[in-house]
Each structure stands twice: as C-alpha cells, then as structure tokens.
C-alpha cells in the first residue's frame, strides 16, 4: 500500500515541476484600471499614477499627491513615510527621473480592488536558477490601501535585498 501511494505522489511532483503555464500581460492594461464604482475608479486612477510616474518615470516630486505622509510600508528594504519611500528610490536606488510617458510599460496580468485595497500583479520574467540561459515566469505583487484618494500604506513580494 505505501508503495501504491508513493508512485503517484513522486509522478505529481515530476508533472508539477514542468507544468507552469506563463504568465502574460493583459491585453487591454489600461482598462485593468478603470471600474463603475467611483471608490474603486478612483483608487485603481492613483495606483496607475503611481506605476507610471513614480515607479516607471521617478518623478519622486509628485509623490506627496499620491502617496499620504505616514506610507506604511511592508517592502523589507524600504522605510515607511511617504520620505522613506522617496528616499529609498532616489537616494538608495538612484531612479533618475524621465518623461511620464502615456501608458504605463510594465506587463500587468490582472489588477484587483475590493474595499480600500487595489492589487497590481505583474508579469515577472527570472532566470531559471537550474538553467540560467532559460528564464520562466511569475507573478510580482503590489498591493496598496488607500486613506481620502492616498495610497498609505503597501505590500509587495520583495525579499531582504532585492
């Protein structure tokens, strides 16, 4: 009996192992963010703010019309307080700032917003640790809640150092 329950359980992790399906960019991104309930229209406009000007152009400068002063965050390598945040991006990073272009540039799956909450996961493409000339896809996460129209506090997947 325990060899029966042994085989299918050594054949599943064989079949797993090999059966991701990639992750891929929505079609239409920019309707990812938009939704007919004016709270949550309103926080998904803000977050797409923040993708497109602060975190893909680093215009750092307008984070006080995005992000609220006190910005919890959860990020291991960044302060909180909308200060910690700038400084973590322009000082430790060094982003340097570029036009804001139309559309945001980054592959996004899906976004989500329920209550106070709008979750962005994005297409991430990494090195295949087994086989660096091969890469795979995942999913990188960011989510914000939002305080009067602010992102004030945010979640994402990153590690000590990354």
């Known amino acids: 009996m325990v060899a029966a ?26 309707a990812l963010f938009t939704s007919p309930d ?14 497109r ?4 152009a680093g215009h750092w400068d307008k984070a006080d019309q995005y992000l609220t002063e006190r910005y919890l965050q959860h990020n291991p390598n960044a302060a909180s307080g909308r200060d910690g945040v700038i400084k973590f991006f322009t000082e430790v990073l060094k982003v340097e700032k570029k036009p804001i272009p139309d559309k945001i540039g980054s592959p996004v799956a899906f976004v989500t917003a ?5 979750t962005v996961g ?3 493409e990494v090195k295949d640790p087994k086989d660096p000339a091969r890469t795979y896809t995942t999913t990188w996460f960011d989510t914000w809640r939002f305080v009067d129209g602010k992102a ?11």
């Open 5 to 30: 329950l042994a085989l299918p359980a050594s054949s599943f992790a064989v079949v797993s192992a090999h059966a991701q399906e990639a992750v891929v960019k929505a079609p239409d991104v920019e």
């Open 38 to 51: 004016p709270k949550l229209n309103a926080n998904k406009q803000v977050t797409y703010k923040i993708i």
């Open 53 to 56: 000007d602060l975190l893909e």
């Open 114 to 118: 329920e209550g106070d909450l709008v």
């Open 122 to 124: 994005f297409v991430h």
């Open 152 to 162: 004030d506090e945010h979640w994402d997947s990153a590690l000590k150092g990354q």
